[in-house]
């Protein structure tokens, strides 16, 4: 099972290639070989990087979905939208489609400062100025968010 970790800062160069940090390729040394998909995050303006072999582990869930349900589709439409198949080049870059990073709010021509983070089976790339938005928050009340998942786990491991 992968466990990615770590927050890097990094910097985009002005074709939108982002030199990934030495630290995820070792992480990554056995499944970065197959490639990596980069797409949309539902819930935050971050991409999600996973390991080719993780991606599949999510496409498997979306091909569980019925072709007939309207919101079915519409839901696998909206979470598939700008999925990119990306590989390292010879110089360790990811070359990252310009819509995904404009949907992140990374500017290459400006402030192309980002920060990268593992997250377990995936990755998250954020623009500098979101990450610390929505990670450095201060003012958040983390205890109160962990004691919420914390009950959301106990209560699914009881129904399973």
Not at 1 to 19: A, F, I, S, T, Y
Not at 50 to 68: A, F, G, Q, T
Not at 133 to 151: C, N, P, Q, T
Request: hydrophobic content about 35%; overall charge negative.
């Amino acid at each position: 099972m992968l466990n990615l970790l770590g927050e890097h800062h990094c910097k985009l160069d002005p074709k939108g290639r982002l030199l990934f940090p030495g630290k995820l390729r070792k992480q990554l040394e056995h499944h970065v070989h197959h490639g990596l998909v980069v797409n949309r995050d539902i819930f935050s303006k971050c991409l999600v990087i996973y390991p080719k072999p993780e991606w599949d582990k999510v496409n498997e869930e979306m091909s569980r979905l019925s072709r007939y349900n309207q919101k079915h589709q519409l839901f696998q439409r909206k979470f598939m939208k700008g999925a990119t198949l990306i590989e390292l080049d010879s110089n360790g870059r990811l070359l990252l489609p310009s819509a995904l990073l404009e949907y992140a709010e990374i500017d290459i021509d400006e402030n192309n400062e980002c920060v990268i983070t593992g997250l377990g089976e995936k990755m998250e790339l954020w623009s500098s100025k979101n990450h610390d938005e929505v990670i450095l928050d201060e003012d958040f009340d983390f205890g109160s968010l962990a004691e919420d998942v914390r009950k959301d786990i106990e209560r699914n491991a009881q129904n399973q």
